[in-house]
């Protein structure tokens, strides 16, 4: 009702009892006494709806306002209207407060709110994996008090937020984590982290692969120079030795060994093509390697034993396989002291899966190693790699190659005991017998 009518309705209650006091007035001659005992009657009654209204409003049981008529009866009814809006808003605040919070749980980044004075106000769930905030606990505890790293430290008492900080997570020193703080509201700022370990692994990978080619090219071809130059000094008159033609010859081989195998990895890490396409006869494939390995072997006299399982074939591409295959093969022989024993197995597991397995009682490979093995141009014995003409790139080719073909690489090694070089094709790509057609 709109505020004319409230006036309309307290000057008619007021004229009403003006004219009852009027007319009891002319019976009984005491105008002011009723009219006294007609606004003490208004007041008593605005009081006991008063009272009414403090009850519903601060020790209410139900959320329907109390019955009444006139201008308390709209009074209550207004109330009452105004709490349902407010608790549909609060409703819908609280689903938005919900979404925000699954939205936020949801982003690649730890969020951590905090006050202006460090005070952190809520964080979410991967805040805590990797900030180490335990939430609720941690509420109101400053954020330099979990996150001590001096960089860290140092960016936050002097507000620069201008650069991201990265700093090794405060529970996972594995793990390295980006910082960004930005500014939230007028006294509040937002922390986003974020877990960059794989692109800094990857950037050091990088610096190191550039570091690394330069340096295996540069070593061969600085030998080649410096024979160049001596011979083209016309002065030395220094006669053509041909043991100096065969070193820049080696140089040489290194050298396209080095690309030749970096355009082998290049070519396998942007292959595209169907593992369906082929079917490769891994039987025949390892006859042609055994021919290789018993070449190779003639100068240290392994004992080198083929187990191979005939009717056990694969889908897959035969030229990355036999590369991988290679690898292994090889390297078994030129890690191995001489007269040492190699078993190159292939068969069936009892999961169905194909198996290729390189075991030999060479040297073995320290633990610490292991995990490394498969970076590109990582070398456990550099000197001794380098005089078997390794170039560092053998098992990460090895590591692509079963990648494309849904495996990985598996290494058992004990020092002074020998090592196992094996990796497992599923099942989805294993044949027991050449088909009639090569699949399409």
């Known amino acids: 009702m709109n505020q004319n009518a409230q006036h309309f309705k307290l000057v008619f209650s007021l004229g009403l009892v003006t004219g009852l006091s009027f007319v009891l007035s002319l019976y009984f001659d005491n105008f002011i006494f009723f009219m006294f005992l007609g606004v003490l009657g208004l007041?008593?009654?605005?009081?006991?709806?008063?009272?009414?209204?403090?009850?519903?409003?601060?020790?209410?049981?139900?959320?329907?306002?109390?019955?009444?008529?006139?201008?308390?009866?709209?009074?209550?009814?207004?109330?009452?209207?105004?709490?349902?809006?407010?608790?549909?808003?609060?409703?819908?605040?609280?689903?938005?407060?919900?979404?925000?919070?699954?939205?936020?749980?949801?982003?690649?980044?730890?969020?951590?709110?905090?006050?202006?004075?460090?005070?952190?106000?809520?964080?979410?769930?991967?805040?805590?994996?990797?900030?180490?905030?335990?939430?609720p606990d941690d509420n109101n505890i400053r954020i330099d008090n979990?996150?001590?790293?001096?960089?860290?430290?140092?960016?936050?008492?002097?507000?620069?937020?201008?650069?991201?900080?990265?700093?090794?997570?405060?529970?996972?020193?594995?793990?390295?984590?980006?910082?960004?703080?930005?500014?939230?509201?007028?006294?509040?700022?937002?922390l986003l982290a974020r877990d960059v370990t794989q692109v800094s692994r990857l950037n050091q990978m990088r610096k190191d692969f550039i570091a690394n080619v330069s340096h295996e090219l540069k070593t061969p071809l600085t030998v080649i120079q410096g024979y160049l130059e001596m011979y083209r000094d016309y002065d030395m008159q220094i006669p053509i030795n041909p043991k100096s033609i065969n070193s820049m010859l080696e140089q040489s081989e290194r050298m396209m060994s080095l690309i030749s195998q970096l355009l082998v990895l290049s070519r396998i890490e942007a292959?595209?093509?169907?593992?369906?396409?082929?079917?490769?006869?891994?039987?025949?494939?390892?006859?042609?390697?055994?021919?290789?390995?018993?070449?190779?072997?003639?100068?240290?006299?392994?004992?080198?034993?083929?187990?191979?399982?005939?009717?056990?074939?694969?889908?897959?591409?035969?030229?990355?396989?036999?590369?991988?295959?290679?690898?292994?093969?090889?390297?078994?022989?030129?890690?191995?002291?001489?007269?040492?024993?190699?078993?190159?197995?292939?068969?069936?597991?009892?999961?169905?899966?194909?198996?290729?397995?390189?075991?030999?009682?060479?040297?073995g490979i320290a633990e610490h190693h292991l995990a490394r093995l498969t970076e590109r141009f990582y070398r456990v014995d550099k000197a001794r790699a380098r005089s078997s003409g390794g170039t560092g790139l053998g098992l990460s080719i090895v590591k692509h190659v079963l990648q494309h073909h849904h495996s990985e690489l598996m290494i058992d090694s004990v020092e002074n005991k020998g090592s196992s070089f094996s990796f497992e094709i599923p099942q989805d790509l294993v044949l027991l017998e050449q088909p009639l057609k090569q699949a399409n």
């Open 43 to 135: 007041l008593l009654a605005h009081h006991y709806n008063f009272v009414r209204l403090f009850n519903w409003l601060w020790h209410r049981k139900t959320l329907y306002p109390p019955q009444s008529k006139g201008s308390w009866g709209e009074i209550f009814d207004g109330i009452y209207k105004l709490q349902l809006k407010n608790r549909s808003r609060r409703k819908e605040l609280g689903r938005f407060l919900k979404r925000f919070r699954e939205g936020a749980e949801a982003l690649p980044d730890g969020i951590v709110l905090m006050r202006n004075n460090g005070q952190i106000a809520w964080c979410n769930q991967l805040a805590s994996h990797l900030l180490g905030i335990r939430w």
């Open 271 to 363: 292959n595209s093509e169907s593992l369906f396409d082929q079917v490769i006869d891994v039987r025949k494939m390892l006859a042609v390697i055994e021919s290789e390995a018993t070449q190779l072997n003639t100068h240290k006299n392994h004992s080198i034993q083929f187990v191979i399982q005939p009717d056990l074939m694969i889908y897959g591409i035969e030229d990355e396989m036999r590369s991988a295959m290679t690898n292994l093969v090889k390297n078994a022989i030129h890690y191995t002291q001489p007269e040492g024993e190699i078993t190159v197995s292939w068969s069936l597991t009892e999961q169905g899966n194909a198996l290729f397995k390189v075991e030999d009682n060479g040297l």
């Open 146 to 190: 979990l996150v001590r790293h001096p960089d860290f430290i140092e960016a936050y008492t002097s507000k620069q937020f201008d650069e991201p900080i990265i700093i090794p997570s405060p529970i996972a020193h594995d793990l390295v984590i980006e910082i960004r703080i930005v500014p939230y509201t007028y006294d509040e700022y937002l």
